[in-house]
């Protein structure tokens, strides 16, 4: 089947597939312009699929739209990601104290095949697959049934830095913490220690933001002007 004969909704997640890991593997970079006919082409599909996928992008605060210029990839300051980081940082203790008590012996080997996984993508420097891993990581220990709301929220904050995400794990030393991080998080949950999870999710977090904050601060008129 050729893109051309493939359903309205299936280009347009195809389209968003290829967006998403256009911008995760910094083929368009922060402050880039997406230039919709180039991508149209470069993957096949029309305009319209395109178009879409750029909304869906607009709306999780991945791309910006500027009228009568087009989309550009987001640009984040510092202040932006602690913005974001301080966010996750509330509504993910939330998450974990709920789901903790709920994960059995399966969602706990499916955590710990995505801890494997990020493994087998950080020793083959392979950074998309090492963030695809690493978010079935982190979610499969946040998700709880009666959580939908919450889960929605932390998936958006996510979305809106992914592409930074990327930069900490171009790091050959930060993908070796973030490996050792997942191991302490998991002895954790293991012990159902509920406090010592969130502790360690919140160090986790912590040492993500320092470090992308001080890749982005050079470049940062904000900082400095601060």
């Not at 470069?42 to 009228?67: D, K």
């Amino acid at each position: 089947m050729t893109a051309s004969s493939l359903p309205p909704r299936t280009t347009v997640q195809h389209a968003l597939d290829r967006l998403r890991h256009a911008i995760v593997a910094r083929e368009l970079s922060p402050g880039q312009r997406v230039v919709q006919e180039e991508v149209a082409e470069r993957i096949g599909v029309s305009i319209a699929p395109v178009r879409e996928a750029l909304r869906v992008l607009e709306q999780e605060g991945q791309v910006t739209y500027r009228p009568r210029r087009g989309y550009f990839v987001t640009q984040l300051h510092a202040a932006d990601l602690e913005e974001i980081y301080e966010l996750r940082q509330v509504l993910e203790e939330r998450a974990a104290r709920h789901a903790l008590p709920t994960l059995d012996e399966d969602a706990l080997e499916r955590i710990t095949m995505a801890a494997r996984d990020c493994v087998d993508a950080a020793e083959a420097g392979d950074v998309a697959a090492e963030l695809e891993a690493n978010r079935r990581f982190h979610f499969g220990l946040l998700e709880s049934p009666d959580q939908v709301h919450t889960m929605r929220v932390i998936r958006l904050l996510w979305d809106s830095t992914e592409a930074y995400r990327a930069m900490y794990y171009n790091s050959p030393q930060e993908r070796r913490e973030a490996l050792d991080g997942h191991d302490r998080i998991l002895d954790a949950i293991r012990l159902g220690a509920a406090d010592v999870l969130v502790a360690e999710l919140d160090a986790h977090r912590a040492r993500a933001l320092t470090v992308l904050k001080g890749i982005l601060a050079p470049a940062d008129p904000a900082d400095e002007s601060a």
